[in-house]
């Protein structure tokens, strides 16, 4: 068999500890999953858990130790940041219980679901799609995946966010509305999961602008730390 042009390469991000790195299949993202986060988008209580998704190759890869560089996308003059911790799929199902949701995992990331908000907030009020205010290149940083089996006490973990060494976000993993066994359970009802996925669990309050110069650094304890500087 032969392609009319060569195929892009695989997106993958790096593994901790080890040289090999993890291909992407897909990326799903949780919206408001933190109940503060929820309020300061305008909404309350527990809402059934949705789903958005983001390309691939959206991801932005950062080495452990290194500081990443992420375009300033075009077309937006708002472009937010939301720290996340991130689940890596290694076995994937159709119809996982949230209590075996745990041997389907291969390990954790730390990640940046980066929003033009002016756009989105534009398509909503049109009853629009919103992909492109989540689904740009670059929208999706992420430092190296921890296997699960390192990864220590991830549901109760510290996730926080500063820019320019300032805070900007900082909750725990535990303040988490639909919690990573949950979401599985309905994400895997809506969609195959496969070997490669990767979710996006959801942002704590506290997202705001960045611009151009800007030096974001975020983390989840016992994950590392994902940096990176906005050019």
Known sequence: MSYVFSPAPVASVP???????????RIYCVGRNYEEHAKEMGFTGREP???FMKPADAVLPVNAGETGRL??????????????????I?????????ADAARH???????????RRDLQNDMKKQGRPWCIGKGFEHSAPIGPITPAAQAGAVNQAAIWLQVNGVDRQRSSVAQL????????EH???????????LIF????????????????????EGLGELRLTVV
Not at 90 to 98: E, F
Not at 105 to 115: C, K, W
Request: hydrophobic share 45%; no cysteine.
């Open 15 to 25: 593994v901790a500890g080890s040289s090999d790195r993890f291909p992407v299949h």
């Open 49 to 51: 858990p949705f789903f």
């Open 71 to 88: 375009p300033y996308p075009s077309l937006t003059a708002n472009l937010h940041h939301e720290i996340e911790l991130v689940v890596a």
């Open 90 to 98: 290694g076995v994937g199902g159709k119809n996982i219980r949230a």
């Open 105 to 115: 995992i291969f390990g954790y990331a730390v990640g940046l679901d980066m929003t």
């Open 177 to 184: 509305i639909w919690n990573i066994g949950e979401t599985i």
């Open 187 to 197: 994400l895997s009802a809506a969609w195959e999961l496969q070997p490669g996925d």
């Open 201 to 220: 669990t959801g942002t704590p309050e506290g997202v705001a602008a960045v611009v151009r110069g800007d030096t974001l650094e975020g983390g989840v």
